[in-house]
């Protein structure tokens, strides 16, 4: 890889007040590897006591400045490989996540191997690993936005299992400078993350950044090698899925000159869509503020709609 940026460079929020780690010009084919770390779960498998942490929880490494970059672009992140280390994490916090209310009030940590056999979950259980990108955006317009919850428009933790290698993750660009970074890696995670943690690791995301002059998007979305993916954000859900519903008709109507009633048609028998994340899409309250709010939602078109059945 050309660059290399490690944890030592880890953020606590997307801000264009950080001073760039790194500075590209996109479009070079270059690689960034973005080393993450997990010292916040080693931590809690070490103490089991929140009070003991001397460290912050998702770090985000970066920034890096795209230059060129203008507000009302996008930049289009390719992610090429995600390099596990040998350990993962299975953490449950009090009063975090779905299972909150059947795991009870202690911090249950367990370290997870990861070797050439796969993820050992379990002493029983050993799953091929999955790594994707929790944590994954540029900076807003103004102030900072947080690395845990809600997701926003220009990314964050939305934790969505397609931030994986192959994919090309599209994020817009609010400041000059966009101000890219990345955190929060997961060896395996199922959909929806159930715990809000799944199987943290430590790893490196290797990455390449491309610039996409004036597409404005008002949220995140991903292209697979089958599918296009639009991340609804919004509180309730239904406004989530209204919004994503509504950019993949855009997308086919005002993107690729489709006539109204075929993007209707179309979307009515294939367009699929899910819930994301658990990490909602609004401020949580700030008496709870690991109680997502909103709804994070993905909705998916096949590519082969658009004749293309390849990232080319």
């Not at 975090?96 to 056999?117: C, F, K, N, S, T």
């Not at 491309?210 to 919004?234: C, H, N, Q, S, Y």
Request: proline content about 6%.
């Amino acid at each position: 890889m050309e660059h290399f940026l490690d944890k030592s460079f880890g953020k606590f929020g997307f801000s264009a007040a950080e001073v760039p780690a790194l500075r590209i010009a996109p479009g070079t084919g270059e690689v960034i590897g973005f080393e993450t770390s997990d010292e916040v779960y080693r931590q809690l498998h070490e103490h089991g006591d929140m009070d003991k942490l001397t460290v912050g929880i998702n770090p985000i490494t970066g920034p890096v400045y795209i230059e060129g970059a203008a507000v009302g672009d996008a930049l289009a992140v390719t992610i090429h490989e995600i390099r596990l280390k040998d350990r993962g994490w299975s953490v449950s916090l009090p009063g975090v996540g779905a299972l909150q209310h059947v795991m009870g009030e202690d911090i249950v940590a367990r370290r997870v191997p990861i070797d050439d056999a796969g993820v050992h979950v379990t002493d029983r259980h050993t799953f091929a690993p999955r790594p994707m990108i929790g944590c994954i955006g540029t900076a807003p317009a103004v102030g900072s936005n947080s690395t845990i919850l809600p997701s926003y428009g220009q990314g964050g933790n939305m934790d969505l299992t397609e931030c994986r290698p192959g994919s090309i993750i599209y994020l817009p660009v609010m400041v000059e400078g966009a101000y890219l970074s990345i955190g929060d890696i997961h060896a395996i995670m199922a959909e929806g993350e159930s715990s809000f943690v799944a199987i943290e690791a430590e790893g490196i995301a290797v990455v390449s950044v491309d610039l996409v002059k004036d597409m404005p998007l008002r949220a995140p979305r991903l292209e697979t090698a089958d599918e296009w993916i639009f991340v609804g954000l919004g509180d309730p859900v239904q406004e989530s899925i209204r919004r994503g519903y509504e950019d993949m008709f855009h997308f086919l109507v005002d993107d690729n000159g489709w006539e109204a009633g075929d993007a209707y048609a179309v979307m009515s028998a294939v367009g699929h869509s899910r819930l994301g994340g658990p990490t909602g899409s609004s401020d949580a309250d700030p008496l709870h503020p690991m109680t997502a709010v909103g709804a994070v939602t993905t909705h998916r078109l096949p590519k082969n709609v658009l004749g293309v059945s390849d990232i080319e």
